[in-house]
């Protein structure tokens, strides 16, 4: 029995960390059949559907158009995706192969492009060639001039490692073409440590699940099946350049830098986002992006122009003035005190290691030892938790601990050095030029596993929209999570017993289902519809993201009578002047309007999405005020980047009586700083309810410091239909204005310049 739950706890531990997928609900067999069926009878297409609804255009010459995209969207063949899928989750709805994704983009979402992105880390042949014959399903249908739906092709890089010098996080790979010849032949799989659990360590797991659930036996073997044709998958021999290696090999590259290098062997056009950078369920504490960027190979603004701000796993945007943990002036790891907005899961450790010990009846100063090889303990474990250090699992005694209070729908244990914001603040002056900081523009996405792109539109269907899953019984949780099925004691795990259980704690994954949202999208200003518009729009940077509703947004610096938009790159010494439209999204009416049923079953809509589509109003929400940030990178690295983030550097409320709120604004100050800055907005509508949107409900005394929380379980614990609403704005994000100082010549240094060229002219031609 407890061989079996530490095997199943390997499993749970891949849920959002990644691997690549399966199918369930049909065996492996048939399943090339079953995502191309919808295709031979359905001609029907969304651009009947969708031109009804286009929004307003802002634009003043009427030659770009704000279209809607997903660009990190799973199937059931992503590993995690395939698992929280199995009759032993609970909300179980069977599988969601690469055809849903099309159909959920066409129909239910109505958006304009998303791209595929299971996780490369356990593809194999089949699975690989079955995605982009479903891309290329999807194009043939929409056509190549001015289709209603372009699907792209590409991968998710998921890379994790134990300490901040070799973590690198998970980054989308996709490309710009999907035809034979245009794609490589292959995904290219991160491998290091979620590589070698999936390929080594469920070798010999899983394969008696079927026992504690013999009705739905076939389920499980379908899983077994997959784990097994990952398995008979070779890796790929070493030294080759990518596009000399076998076919049907299993790839994998240690760095972005590795990365890059394979993808510059094939030359296809191709973009690599990182997201989900402040992810606490696989990040390490103190990871920061510093640590990234030590090897300038690692920074390809060629490839990586674009980052995933806002995604249904959480929010990455700021940087909170807090720290997981310290460092004492001998470099040593140590728990810093809790503060304001932040309290240590450290700390927090040794309150709950210390509390247990009294009541057991041990002595003060023993107590008081424990709590204090607790806090060491919780940080000394490598990877992004140690909070399994403890002895038994009681969620409501942690508290908020590890999280970023107050923060906007936050990622789960918040590392604010891998923050955007953060990130934006760095530079290397010893890095070669275009290399010494990032200059990315802002997208979001879903990150969806259930294959509904762009599904951010209603909030509703926390359990089956997001990621919210847990057991069916209180059986099947102390099975999956061991931890949970302790006794609970005072004491510690040794670093041995640590390395041993894999992986991040099953108490977070529990904990985290509270922080699950529903997903962003990513918007372009785009010329057209077709395929090169799109892209050429992502490699302008000419883009933004949202939370998921259609907030219409134009940020532009107005330069000397020229205008130039979001993400647009200059050199100046005269103060930078902006201009900011918007436009709040359509409120959304209930189910599906009637011509989605009239190009789908009943049935299907409810198997895709529940019954509910895109389904706008006449009416806007209100745009409530538009933010400004301001971040100036460095001069030099001894500048602290926490001290040239402002946020918020200036604010403007919207009129409550217009429905476009524009505004205009100068930076005063940017001739006399003379540096470099970076400016984005915030667009934010009224107030809504959001699922997940107050996290863990954590509830504070008179002082300000937490006593309860009431966490949104996502297993039996809780109703189905629990939404756990809580307030807030949606909002998009544009992406960043970069305004770099350029010095003021001298009339007195242009005229030296002028002789020294004139003289040089003069002296060639004598010469």
Known sequence: MRKIGKNLLIVLILILIGASAFILSISPHSYKKFTTDYYDTNPFTSQDATNINRPIELTENGSKQILWGDQHVHTTYSMDAFYISLPLMHGSRGAFPPAFACDYARFISQIDFYVLTDHAESYTPRTWKDQVDSVRQCNAISGEDNPDLVAFIGWE?????????????????????????????????????IALILRIQLADANRNLFLFDPVNSEYYFSFGDFLDAILETDACPEGLPSNYLPKDCWETAATPAELYGKLDD?????????HGTTWGFYTPQAASWEEYVLDQDNIRPDYSSLIEIYSGHGNSEQFFDFKEVDFNENGEMICPEPTDNYLPTCYQAAVINKKRCLEEGKSQEYCEQLAEDTKKRVNEFPGATGIRALFGS???????????????LPAFNYRPKK???????????????????????FIGSTDTHTARAGH???????????????AVSERWRNLLNSVTAEKTESGLRTLE???????????????QSSFWSLGGLMAVHSEGRDRESIWQAMKRKEVYATT????????????????????????????????????????????????????????????ISDGECYHPSDERYQLKKIEVIKITPQNSKNEDPSTLIFDTWKTFECDPNQIECEIEFTDEDFENQQRDAVYYVRAIEEDTLLVNGSNLRTQFDADGHPISVDQCHADYREDYEEECLGPGGHRAWSSPIFVDYKEKVSTDIMVSEL?????????????
């Open 157 to 193: 890089w998921t890379q994790a490692g134990n300490t901040p010098e070799d973590h690198y996080g998970h980054h989308n790979v996709f490309f710009k073409d999907y035809k034979e010849g245009q794609i490589p032949d292959r995904p290219i799989a991160a491998g290091g440590t």
């Open 266 to 274: 094939w030359g296809f056009e191709a973009e690599v986002i990182p």
């Open 394 to 408: 009681n969620d409501p005694d942690w508290l908020d601990a590890g999280q970023a209070r107050g923060a906007y």
């Open 419 to 441: 923050s955007v914001q953060y990130g934006l603040a760095l530079r290397n002056n010893d890095y070669e030029e275009g290399k010494e900081r990032f200059q990315w523009g």
């Open 456 to 470: 951010g539109f209603k909030q509703l269907l926390r359990i089956g929209g997001t990621e919210a899953r847990g």
């Open 497 to 511: 017993e640590l390395n041993e259980l894999q992986g991040a704690s099953p108490i977070d994954v529990e904990r």
């Open 548 to 607: 998921g509703h259609r907030i219409l947004l134009h940020f532009d610096l107005l330069n000397e009578g020229i205008s130039k938009p979001m993400g647009s790159f200059i050199q100046s010494n005269s103060n930078p002047k902006f201009r900011v439209k918007a436009i709040g999204s359509f409120k959304q009416l209930p189910g599906c309007p009637d011509y989605v049923y009239e190009a789908l079953s009943e049935k299907r809509i409810q198997k």
């Open 755 to 767: 002789n020294n060229i004139s003289q040089e002219n003069e002296e060639s031609k004598i010469n």
